[in-house]
């Protein structure tokens, strides 16, 4: 199956690709989303990631941000569920093609140590909630396909 393309280019290319790892972390029956101010935009939705660094896997990008953003300790699985493409303007005025890999997992424990940027905010959000309120469309389809993934026996 090809990969998914998200976003609309829209805006002065090129559009670089930028690997990129984000978590759907479920606790309680909520899943884990951050808030984060988006230039010109306000207050939106994520899915807890970003890029990947060099030297490390997707995976480890993705638990690496959970903490980063979150301050969530997490338990993912070693391979993503989905793959999913989007054009994105980022805060530093750079738009890239994000080549996302999306990881399940759990949450362990929370340490408020790891978290460095001060402008995410973690919320709970029920899944179904997620989908409507995720402000990228490839993070709103990744969760509406782990849900989908969960619903099977």
Partial sequence: MPTPQFGEPGLEGPYPDRPAAFAVVEHDGRLALVQVERRGRGLVLDLPGGGIDSGETAVQAAARECGEEAGLVVALDAEPFVHADHFFLHNDGVVRNT????????????????????????????????VEKLDRASHAWAVAAWLRLRARP
């Fill in 99 to 130: 080549r996302g890999s999306f990881f399940a997992g759990r949450m362990r424990s929370i340490d408020r140590a790891r978290k460095i940027e001060h402008d995410h905010h973690l919320v709970w959000v029920e899944p179904h909630a997620a």
